[in-house]
């Protein structure tokens, strides 16, 4: 079955320091690949994808993610971490379902606080 | 601009009301999504509509009746809800109902008292 796995829950970094938040996806398919982003009681924002092509992308925000095929992850990273990067940060992968529909299936998120 | 709104901010009903929740697109996109997040949760999928058709619909208890009136326009009605359908409910649209990505509205707050 697909799935998407953070296995960080919380994770608090100094600012200025840099940041790599875990994804690992289960799907039998080509993957497509997404990180969201959202401040409290707020929508999510979308910082990159994946969905062919060069594994390693880059995003907004100073963002980038790699994607690796043989680790099924998909690993977000900051070099250098800003007070306002504190939030929820959500991987997802797009599946298809029988039917011929598709989702976003979500990882349960890791929430990020940025110590001054 | 890549921009998805959402009415109201903030809603606060009773068990016996009925109300409705509006989301609007403007970029073109041929799918929208309703989605429902409780407290440090991922979204959950709950309406579909491709083409301003219904196209999923994950189980949802029929006090929750979604409505797409055109292409850009997306409404979720509201009728008889318990406490614990408190939540944030957000809003998404994409280019089409394959495997694109997906912009959320900043969502709609609901207490159900």
């Known amino acids: 079955a697909q799935s998407v796995t953070q296995p960080d829950i919380h994770i608090t970094v100094s600012e200025g320091a840099s940041l790599e938040l875990r994804c690992n996806y289960s799907?039998?398919?080509?993957?497509?690949l997404f990180w969201y982003v959202q401040s409290p009681g707020q929508g999510l924002q979308l910082l990159l994808k994946?969905?062919?092509?060069?594994?390693l992308v880059q995003g907004i925000k100073g963002f980038e993610a790699e994607f690796k095929r043989s680790q099924s992850s998909f690993n977000l990273r900051k070099p250098s971490v800003h007070w306002s990067d504190a939030a929820e940060y959500f991987c997802?992968?797009?599946?298809?379902?029988?039917?011929?529909?598709?989702?976003?299936?979500f990882g349960a998120g890791t929430r990020l606080a940025v110590h001054p | 601009d890549t921009e998805v709104t959402q009415t109201p901010k903030h809603l606060v009903m009773g068990m016996t009301n009925k109300k409705s929740l509006k989301c609007e697109q403007h970029?073109?996109?041929?799918?929208m999504y309703w989605y429902k997040q409780k407290a440090k949760k991922p979204p959950e999928l709950m309406f579909v509509?491709?083409?301003?058709?219904?196209?999923i619909n994950e189980s949802v208890p029929s006090r929750f009746s979604p409505e797409c009136p055109n292409s850009s326009l997306l409404n979720l009605h509201l009728h008889a809800l318990q406490p614990e359908d408190s939540a944030l409910y957000l809003c998404?649209?994409?280019?089409?109902?394959?495997?694109?990505?997906?912009?959320f509205g900043p969502g709609t707050r609901l207490t159900v008292t």
């Open positions: 799907y039998g398919a080509t993957p497509y």
């Open positions: 970029m073109g996109h041929r799918a």
């Open positions: 998404a649209s994409s280019q089409g109902d394959t495997l694109y990505e997906q912009y």
């Open positions: 994946y969905f062919s092509g060069d594994t």
């Open positions: 997802a992968v797009a599946a298809r379902f029988s039917g011929g529909y598709n989702k976003l299936i």
């Open positions: 509509y491709s083409y301003e058709k219904l196209s």
